[in-house]
């Protein structure tokens, strides 16, 4: 997946996500941008990329794990 498929699908997944959504003390609901006013995230970019996918989440959390091993995090 990559570091950008990392970013790109960790941003799609919080775009698409139905029951997320932004505070109603937001700043970014003044945005001069409509898909920053009208959506729930401070960018624009990559709002349109699929979300993660479970083999994605199971590479990442073993990943994450991985890391925590290594350095004896708990």
């Known amino acids: 997946m ?11 997944t919080v775009a698409n996500c139905k ?4 505070s109603k003390n937001w700043l970014g609901r003044y945005s001069p941008v409509l898909k920053i006013n ?3 995230l401070w960018l624009s ?3 349109d990329s699929i ?14 794990t991985s890391v ?5 995090i708990i």
């Open 68 to 72: 925590k091993e290594k350095y004896n």
């Open 2 to 12: 990559g570091k950008t498929g990392i970013e790109n699908r960790l941003i799609g």
């Open 45 to 47: 970019q990559h709002l």
């Open 19 to 22: 029951l997320c959504g932004p």
């Open 38 to 40: 009208r959506g729930k």
């Open 51 to 64: 979300g993660l996918t479970d083999n994605d989440k199971t590479h990442l959390l073993e990943a994450i």
